[in-house]
């Protein structure tokens, strides 16, 4: 497990979301370092059941990787998209996210098999002087 400036525990980017003791959404993330130093958040999973979607929940979920992702420095998260999910892709560009690559035959046991890479550049604040 690498350690993301105190950062050790990788439940801090996993997480929950209940309603009346029903889980109705989760997010899943981990930690990857970077080719020349550096590290990056990859999305595993953010989901919502279809009857909790448009409660935001998937975003306070996703803000909260996002604000803590800011704290902890990272420079990037990323996540793979299927090329239909045209709600998916939507719902990560409202956050700044943009499609920086195409996989062609990503998923093996879905149609279409593509997936977009889609990815948001994290600006950190600048140091005062």
Request: with cysteine; glycine share 8%; aromatic share 10%.
């Amino acid at each position: 497990m690498c350690s993301l400036n105190g950062l050790q525990e990788w439940n801090l980017l996993s997480l929950f979301s209940y309603y009346s003791d029903i889980c109705v959404g989760a997010i899943a993330c981990r930690i990857e370092k970077k080719e020349g130093g550096g590290v990056c958040v990859y999305i595993m999973t953010l989901g919502v059941l279809a009857p909790y979607r448009g409660l935001g929940i998937g975003s306070k979920l996703l803000n909260h990787v996002i604000d803590l992702s800011m704290k902890q420095n990272v420079s990037e998260i990323y996540l793979h998209v299927q090329t239909n999910n045209e709600d998916a892709i939507n719902f990560y560009k409202k956050f700044g996210f943009e499609i920086t690559a195409t996989i062609q035959n990503y998923y093996t046991n879905i149609t279409p098999p593509d997936c977009y890479v889609v990815t948001k550049l994290i600006s950190q604040p600048q140091a005062k002087k």
